[in-house]
């Protein structure tokens, strides 16, 4: 789409004059969006002790293996930078200036933007990122919007202040942004590299940088040049996305890729006043779909992959209200108003400083909204995903293959909710590490099939490889829905060693529950499988049924013997977010069989 955009338009011929959001010498607007909120949040990180990263932290990871010891002081830097630029912003009375003026100058006397995660991938030979080589990434883009709009937003009063930091900002922006993106094509998040795969990078990045070069590049020019070369290269996300829409790296993990395509779009559509409009596409207007479809109810998203179950609004809100506006989608904009009904106090940790100004701008609008109406069911058979709502109760089921993006070894597990609390889950991710992206992924137990719900067959579980095109051949080959039943063929998902020939999964809610049936057929003729359901529940087993949570019964219609055990999380902080627990519980069914046995799991309230 975009590279046939270009091949029939010429960006030179657009004006992109149009700002995003006016600047904050507009009183009138900016009196207007008053929240109290924001400027508490604000009043606790004046006179704030800002945090130190030292050459050790950001080296720990190639030390210790460890993100947290040079994430932990970025993100908190970042996070108290962009609570002081709102907070000033709305009150408009000075007060926060000098914290903002000490957070932007710490920002832009550190030596690098990027993580330690994510130092040049181009086989530079330092653990420290050079300053005269500047590379970026994802929050090195992100760390130039909190620049940009703090100049934007705040320069008459950071001018009175402290004018040298404007010109800072301006300098580094340009060092370490501007004429790094310009000058290169071997990032590989710009697509030009071969045999990369194409990830949320690419629109995550490009989103930021266009925000930068409209605020803050004046020669037209490079403005048109640069944003030729983005839209350019928007084009490599766009080709990876089915035409249904879905998202494989999961919901959450959306607000990152499509969600960061439409913020894409929607600023040139914004800054042309509506003359570049790539929302008639039918892939686009899909992909803003998915986040509804996939939507379970109390806060919860379906988490495949690596996503977390639930969102933090300010990654969110207005997206989903603006994307379906965009649309002409009234169910996807009345999501945000659903998202928004759930208590959830302002995140101190919040640093998506462009999301959180729109969020703010359109607080009010989204309040009106008519309230949100959820899907009954869908089927999604590019991306190889099942939602369906019924009775109370919800599932999710996947197809799939063993090389998506975020992959989990989880070709044909499902997961149960009901009245939007979790039964059986995807655990989703914990906190990254040096292992989580390398070899060693599957290692990790959130990772791996036998912590997903998922069968293990004859002691093997799911294979693949990771970051390898090969992984693909470990895949669903059938997925299909009827009524409110999914049906999954998965076999081909497991190694050779387990001796399956044909594996049939039926997912279905009847009038009272929800049934997992499993259709085996082996290649020898005495075998043994172990089914597995992850819940964050306690595990009660009585004789031949399973106490989910006291309120829920499993069963199954065969002879076999349940079984339980938990993995514990108690230090790490994203699980225990993610499901207000320290451990991991995971139901198992195990049967000796023949040549061909199936069985059904039945899942239903006491």
Known sequence: MFVTWLKENNVADFDFSNMLFPNGSNREFWDSKYKEKYVKRAEKFLGFSWPLIKASDFIAFHTEGSRQRHEKPY???????????????????????????????????????????????????????????????????????????????????????????????????????????????????????PGWKVDNWNPWILSNLLTVFLIMQKDSEKLKHGIEKMISEIQGIYNTYPRDGGCDEGATYWCMSQGA??????????????????????TTQNCGKYEYRAYIGNGYFTNFADGATTLKNAQISYILYMYGKRINDSRLSSLSKELNLIPNELNDNDSMLRRMVFDLIYEDEIKALTDFEPCDSCILKDTQNAFVHKNGWFYAAKGGHNAERHNHYDVGSAIVYYNGCPVFVDSGSGTYNAKTFSLQRYDIWTMNSSWH????????????????PDGKIYKADNFEMEGTT???????AYRKEAKIETLDRFV?????????KDKFVFTKDKN?????????????????????????????????????DSVDFEDDEKLKANWNTDKMNRLKFTALCGKQYEVTINIKRK
Not at 261 to 282: M, P, S, V, W, Y
Request: glycine letters at 6%; charged letters at 25%; a negative charge.
């Open 486 to 492: 999914t049906h999954i063929s998965f076999a081909k």
């Open 75 to 193: 993100f908190e830097r970042r996070a108290a930078f962009c609570a002081l630029i709102l907070g000033e912003l709305l009150e408009n009375k000075g007060r926060f200036i000098p914290d903002i003026v000490d957070g932007a100058l710490l920002l832009c006397e550190e030596t690098t933007w990027t993580l330690s995660a994510h130092k040049h991938p181009l086989g530079a030979p330092y653990d420290i990122q050079a300053a005269d080589d500047p590379y970026i990434d994802i929050f090195a883009a992100e760390t130039a919007v909190m620049l940009t709009l703090c100049h934007y937003l705040l320069g008459e009063g950071i001018r009175k202040y402290c004018p040298e930091m404007l010109e800072r900002i301006e300098y580094e922006i340009e060092r370490r942004i501007i004429k790094p993106y310009l000058e290169r094509r071997d990032f590989i998040w710009m697509c030009n590299t």
């Open 528 to 564: 043994t499988f172990c089914e597995h359901f992850i819940t964050p529940l306690e595990i009660t087993i009585e004789g031949n049924k399973a106490i989910i949570g006291n309120e829920f019964i499993v069963t199954a219609d065969c002879e076999g013997a349940f079984a339980y």
């Open 508 to 516: 279905t809610v009847n009038e009272d529950g929800v049934s997992i």
């Open 261 to 282: 395509f439409f913020e894409f779009c929607d600023q040139l559509f914004i800054a042309t006043n509506g003359k570049i409009n790539f929302f008639n596409d039918e």
């Open 453 to 468: 719900n998922l069968p293990q067959i004859n002691g093997f579980g799911q294979t693949g490889e990771y970051e390898q």
